[in-house]
């Protein structure tokens, strides 16, 4: 496990200003904004009409925790967003953010919140991304705004950088961000089956294991992986960035969804239903495509197996489509699918889970900012 001290949260200026007092209770001047919802300590003189300063006052600030963020919303307004991993998708590096609408499409004009790297590096870059998964989830607290988890299957090591709640560009610097142990992603015990057998796919997990084992919920999510042909859950534990290692993950099943193989070459996306992840799996090379319940995943994790939906036989392979995207696309409780062809356009998909059909909205094109690589 790994854990790390998480400075003042950054500006968000649709938090509300804090109360702020001196050591004496008193109040000390007006409420400013942005909160943060610890604590702090400003220093500050008054001045009087007249110009003179008059000795000095230590002011603490408090301020309520932000209210928790939505599955996927990354920008406040409790619509899922569109993050998209760069030098892929039409897309220079970087991590590009889509605001989600209220008719579940997107705003087409993208924003790189991953201009400053992943902290891999340094200085950071938008190349820092190439090649990363990201997904996102209360990492950091629980609750409050949704962070950001930067994993590299080529090395099976990963960052969470802890998100603003407003759409602003990510801060990998220390204070805003926390590595996480590489024990997460990697089998060091032969659990697997293959020592060493790094995650090719994550995704988010909800509080699945705290809910089968009859825990109360936290709020920090499990990751849902694929290691050496196998399905896992792995939970979160109660510290930024810490989860209970790969040797101790609760496996799923090491049947694909058809049924006849393993999960080697499949690739999840996962949503959110009442804290509870529901997943979408697609083999990268067919294209083809299911759904898994959160009811059926928790039958897995109760060693029965289930049956998911199947949803296509091909037309979602990674090559056309190289990032799929699960979110309530409509507010009707059932996660829906946005897709990112090869030249950067954006397809939302409603889910309806009665007849296993998916039902193309408009298609989008992303655009970049002008005179970006």
């Not at 659990?191 to 809910?211: Q, W």
């Amino acid at each position: 496990m790994t854990s790390a001290h998480a400075d003042t949260a950054p500006d968000d200026p649709t938090r509300p200003g804090p109360v702020i007092t001196d050591a004496s209770g008193s109040a000390c001047g007006d409420d400013a904004s942005p909160a943060s919802y610890r604590t702090g300590t400003a220093a500050g003189s008054p001045v009087s009409a007249d110009g003179a300063v008059d000795g000095r006052t230590d002011c603490r600030l408090f301020a309520d925790p932000p209210p928790t963020a939505s599955d996927g919303d990354l920008t406040g307004d409790d619509l899922p967003d569109l993050a998209v991993v760069g030098a892929q998708a039409g897309l220079p590096s970087g991590l590009w953010l889509a605001r989600g609408t209220a008719d579940g499409q997107i705003d087409p004009d993208v924003t790189d919140v991953g201009e400053q790297g992943t902290g891999a590096a340094s200085p950071g870059s938008p190349s820092d991304w190439d090649g990363i998964q990201a997904i996102t989830g209360h990492f950091q607290t629980g609750a409050g705004f949704n962070d950001v988890l930067a994993y590299r299957p080529a090395t099976g090591t990963g960052t969470i950088l802890f998100g603003n709640g407003d759409g602003s560009a990510l801060s990998p610097y220390s204070g805003h961000e926390v590595n996480v142990n590489s024990l997460v992603f990697t089998d060091s015990s032969g659990v697997t089956g293959a020592p060493g057998s790094k995650a090719t796919s994550i995704a988010g997990g909800g509080d699945l294991y705290r809910t089968v084992n009859d825990m109360p919920r936290a709020g920090f999510p499990d990751l849902l992986m694929v290691v050496n042909g196998q399905l896992w859950d792995e939970p979160g534990m109660m510290t930024p960035g810490a989860f209970i290692g790969l040797d101790n993950a609760l496996p799923l099943t090491g049947t694909d969804p058809t049924g006849s193989g393993d999960w080697t070459g499949w690739s999840l996306t996962s949503s959110l239903v009442d804290g509870l992840p529901a997943l979408f799996a697609r083999n990268e090379a067919t294209g083809a495509l299911y759904y898994y319940t959160p009811q059926q995943l928790q039958d897995l994790a109760y060693g029965t197996p289930v049956t998911p939906l199947h949803l296509a036989d091909s037309g979602y392979d990674s090559a056309a489509l190289p990032v799929l995207q699960a979110a309530d696309l409509n507010s009707d409780g059932t996660p829906d699918l946005r897709t990112v062809s090869a030249t950067g356009v954006s397809t939302a998909w409603i889910l309806d889970p009665a007849t296993g059909t998916l039902t193309a909205r408009p298609a989008q094109s992303l655009d970049i900012p002008d005179g970006t690589a």
